[in-house]
């Protein structure tokens, strides 16, 4: 039978303000949101039973109905009435649990690959408008590139990439709960740092320099407290020649941007001697 394979990408936030708390307990946000070359491969064949199969190489995520891929097998297969069940394999890349929406990139790709199996003809704005009932961060995966991310991340503008652009992850071997990073998260004590149009700018002519010193995220004043290790691979990173380094979502991912790729590859072998999940990457534009 026809299998579909897809590669999904992971993602880093180049700046994300949180702007208020709205009165559904979810916070307003913007961001701007960067695919990244590292990724996974999301695979789909149909099979004669109706279920829904999940294989995976990683012993860290569900193979069941908690995992997120799962659910968007089971969304597609209830909004288009499909009798017909689905195997599901993730070769996973992406470290999990890491801010790099490596779970919701598997999800869009098996909205994907199953719009491409059963030839349903959704547009990609359909295909973002059920991945956000399955998270926030679905519709972005679907979209990959750059954007501006705003909402608690759903209204997406896109915007040119950083393009052609070396970075080191590194993910230390510790947890963080989003959840309650928000609960944590002082929005009175924050200085307000609106998008600007110079930063802005600066992605798109690839001005790192300017992007160094510019990027931020809001949700270091929480993570970074509670976990030293964070503040401890980001001056390392710098140590390392880095130009610029922050923590990707809540955490608790590092990255750091590099000038060139063998800058790039002596800080990942000086940063694995303490984090074994560090990765040389690049900057992914769908162009």
């Given at each position: 039978m026809e299998k579909i394979t897809i590669k999904t990408y992971g993602k880093i936030n180049l700046y994300l303000?949180?702007?208020?708390?709205?009165?559904?307990?979810?916070?307003?946000?913007?961001?701007?949101?960067?695919?990244i070359s590292l990724y996974d491969r999301v695979s789909v064949r149909e099979i004669e039973k109706d279920e829904i199969l999940l294989n995976t190489n990683s012993p860290y995520i569900p193979k069941d109905d908690g995992n997120i891929a799962v659910k968007a097998a089971k969304l597609i297969k209830e909004a288009y009435h499909i009798d017909k069940g689905v195997e599901i394999t993730i070769q996973k890349n992406i470290p999990v649990a890491a801010g790099l929406a490596?779970?919701?990139a598997n999800a869009a790709g098996v909205l994907k690959g199953l719009n491409e199996l059963w030839d349903l003809g959704l547009s990609e704005e359909v295909l973002q408008d059920l991945g956000l009932s399955l998270g926030a961060d679905v519709p972005f995966a679907v979209m990959e590139g750059a954007a501006i991310a705003e909402g608690i991340g759903e209204r997406l503008t896109p915007i040119s990439g950083l393009k052609n652009t070396w970075m080191v992850l590194c993910k230390p071997s510790i947890s963080v709960s989003?959840?309650?990073?928000?609960?944590?998260?002082?929005?009175?004590?924050?200085?307000?740092?609106?998008?600007?149009?110079?930063?802005?700018?600066?992605?798109?002519?690839?001005?790192?320099?300017?992007?160094?010193?510019?990027?931020?995220?809001a949700l270091e004043s929480v993570t970074l407290k509670k976990h030293a290790v964070i503040e401890d691979?980001?001056?390392?990173?710098?140590?390392?020649?880095?130009?610029?380094?922050?923590?990707?979502?809540?955490?608790?991912?590092?990255?750091?941007?590099?000038?060139?790729?063998?800058?790039?590859?002596k800080a990942a072998q000086n940063l694995k001697k303490y984090h074994h999940q560090t990765y040389v990457v690049t900057t992914y534009n769908k162009s």
């Open positions: 303000e949180v702007i208020n708390k709205r009165e559904d307990g979810y916070h307003e946000l913007q961001m701007v949101m960067q695919s490596g779970g919701s989003t959840p309650e990073v928000y609960k944590e998260l002082n929005l009175s004590v924050l200085e307000e740092k609106p998008l600007s149009k110079e930063f802005l700018a600066a992605i798109e002519n690839r001005n790192l320099r300017v992007i160094s010193k510019t990027m931020y995220n691979i980001k001056k390392k990173m710098m140590q390392y020649n880095a130009i610029g380094t922050m923590m990707t979502g809540s955490g608790p991912t590092v990255f750091g941007i590099f000038k060139d790729q063998e800058r790039a590859k």
